[in-house]
């Protein structure tokens, strides 16, 4: 594939339509991924190349030993495709297994505290891993390089070593008891960022990987190496689970709001419930109620409220549980809800929903074809465990299973968990309009959500919509970022509920990063949330 000059990427998130632009939460990743949009590949090799880079440089937050999902748009066929490649419980998983370790209720309402927290951390915490699959099968389908071209970068940071951010070294430097870390044996771990660091182990993993393509890793030696290690220390997953590992492959769901479509994923993914409270939110004039009024929140949190008690009480893995889908989707079910909003009656959600770490990440990529691609992976928290050798954390993807047996996110083998994760699609005349994604937990949703109303209701830039500040309403509280005056948090505590106000002006409601396709002004924009690190970087038409 031949070289480009470097100009081509310019130092800056909004340019001309045609482009390209890259927008996640590591800027060493994001320029890899912008190398890739100009020396000509599209928007799924620079997704994966860009993904690949990340579990390199943000390794406690996603990687090979993780999972995720890929929302992508192909501009021309006009055809969008969902790659789910969830963690999938191991088949030596019980349902009750710790049912009678529950030590509590987790206060938040996030889940269970059970003895020895042993669905956190460990390898009783490790699902089986699918982020390898799902990005080969993105990239096959999709892609114009090879896998190894896909890889190499992060194998050349992995082996040749990257600057260390401050918040990276406060990661490495702080594992909670019990787990173990690639690095714990590496006398020069930073304290302080800057430094550069490298991680040969995985460096020659990801050789392996991009010699002997995904078989390696799920038939090969590092199965075999992965499996023994797990089996050897009392975790759940196989030899023969990783075999059978498959991306699930299905179309989006996908809604009308406002004369926009909105495609997102279903179950065990977050999708569903944002579109259940779009649907809720169609009801009102937003716009004109006016952004982060009192009333406005009051009415959004309440939305939001709404679709997570459906969550809590439908929602589950679809392989395993039978969800009323068409009904949740429903208008319906919408006015249900709104008629309870409109009344000021109080809405519970159930006690348990799933504690999901907020360590994920995510890549929002257009090309100048109008290829869109927007992938959300993860490692949940990282199980903290890593096989001497190949230099990756494993997912602990068991934590967000209910311990419950009978329910419908309860513990099955082969079954995945509910994630907040939601990469998203916005469509205008059936052309992507904003690729949108976050890490967050759960607050992906909340996060996502109100991003999607900043662009179709309040017309706001990407920049923009990414930056505003934002509430969620999962506990029993509203909780909103400090830049919402207390006068107006005062307002909405009147209606009768509790507020909460963190002690940051960004942060806390997820970390969005998206991309604005403005066609009436002819540009392209790029949106990286000021609360990370990360940046959009656009990248010019070549022709």
């Known amino acids: 594939m031949a070289k480009k000059s470097i100009d081509l990427i310019s130092a800056s998130f909004k340019g001309p339509i045609p482009g390209g632009m890259v927008s996640a939460p590591q800027s060493i990743a994001v320029e890899e991924g912008a190398k890739v949009l100009q020396n000509r590949g599209n928007a799924m090799d620079a997704a994966v190349t860009t993904a690949f880079v990340q579990g390199v440089v943000d390794r406690t937050n996603c990687g090979v030993g993780g999972f995720g999902m890929m929302n992508v748009y192909i501009a021309e066929t006009g055809e969008e495709t969902m790659l789910d490649f969830h963690g999938k419980a191991g088949s030596k998983v019980v349902p009750d297994m710790w049912e009678d370790i529950i030590i509590q209720e987790n206060p938040s309402g996030y889940g269970y505290t059970v003895k020895g927290s042993v669905n956190e951390k460990g390898y009783t915490s490790i699902t089986t891993p699918g982020a390898v699959s799902g990005l080969h099968e993105g990239l096959t389908r999709y892609g114009t390089i090879s896998w190894a071209e896909a890889i190499q970068p992060a194998l050349e940071l992995a082996r040749d070593g990257f600057e260390v951010s401050q918040a990276t070294a406060n990661t490495w430097t702080s594992a909670p008891e019990g787990q173990t870390s690639p690095w714990a044996k590496v006398k020069d771990v930073p304290e302080i960022g800057g430094a550069v660091i490298a991680n040969k182990d995985l460096a020659e993993t990801l050789r392996k990987l991009s010699e002997g393509g995904p078989d390696v890793f799920y038939r090969g030696e590092i199965a075999e190496r992965t499996a023994a290690d797990i089996e050897a220390n009392g975790g759940f997953v ?33 999708g569903l419930t944002i579109i259940q409270a779009l649907n809720i939110l169609e009801e009102y004039d937003l716009a004109g109620i006016g952004h982060n009024s009192a009333e406005y929140i009051y009415i959004v949190s309440m939305a939001m409220k709404a679709a997570f008690a459906d969550w809590a009480t439908y929602l589950g893995d679809r392989a395993f549980v039978d969800i009323p889908m068409e009904w949740l989707m429903s208008k319906e079910r919408a006015y249900e809800w709104k008629k309870k909003i409109d ?25 100048s074809a109008g290829n869109a691609v927007s992938l959300t992976h993860s490692l949940g928290a990282s199980s903290g465990m890593v096989t001497p050798g190949l230099g990756f954390y494993y997912n602990n993807c068991m934590n967000c299973f209910n311990p419950i047996p009978g329910k419908p996110n309860s513990i099955l083998p082969g079954k995945s968990r509910l994630t907040g994760m939601s990469p998203t699609i916005v469509k205008k005349d059936d052309k992507p309009f904003f690729v949108v ?6 607050r992906i949703i909340t996060g996502n959500l109100q991003s999607i109303l900043n662009v179709i209701d309040h017309k706001m830039s990407a920049t923009e919509a990414v930056s505003a500040t934002r509430f969620d309403s999962q506990t029993d509280a509203i909780e909103a970022q400090a830049r919402i005056p207390l006068s107006v948090l005062e307002q909405v505590k009147a209606k009768g509920h509790k507020i909460r106000r963190t002690f940051s002006s960004f942060g806390g409601v997820a970390l969005v990063h998206g991309i604005l396709v403005n066609r009436e002004k002819g540009i392209l924009e790029g949106g990286a949330d000021p609360a990370g690190a990360g940046m959009a970087l656009y990248v010019k038409n070549e022709t």
Not at 238 to 263: M, Q, W
Not at 437 to 442: A, C, L, R
């Open 437 to 442: 994604g976050s890490p967050g937990g759960t």
């Open 238 to 270: 196989t030899l023969k689970d990783l075999n059978d590992y498959r991306t699930t492959i299905s179309k989006p769901l996908e809604i009308d709001y406002r004369g926009y479509t909105i495609a997102t994923n279903a179950p065990p993914g977050g």
């Open 343 to 367: 009344r000021g009656e109080p809405i519970t959600i159930p006690r348990w929903r799933p504690k999901e770490s907020p360590d994920t990440t995510h890549v929002s990529v257009m090309d």
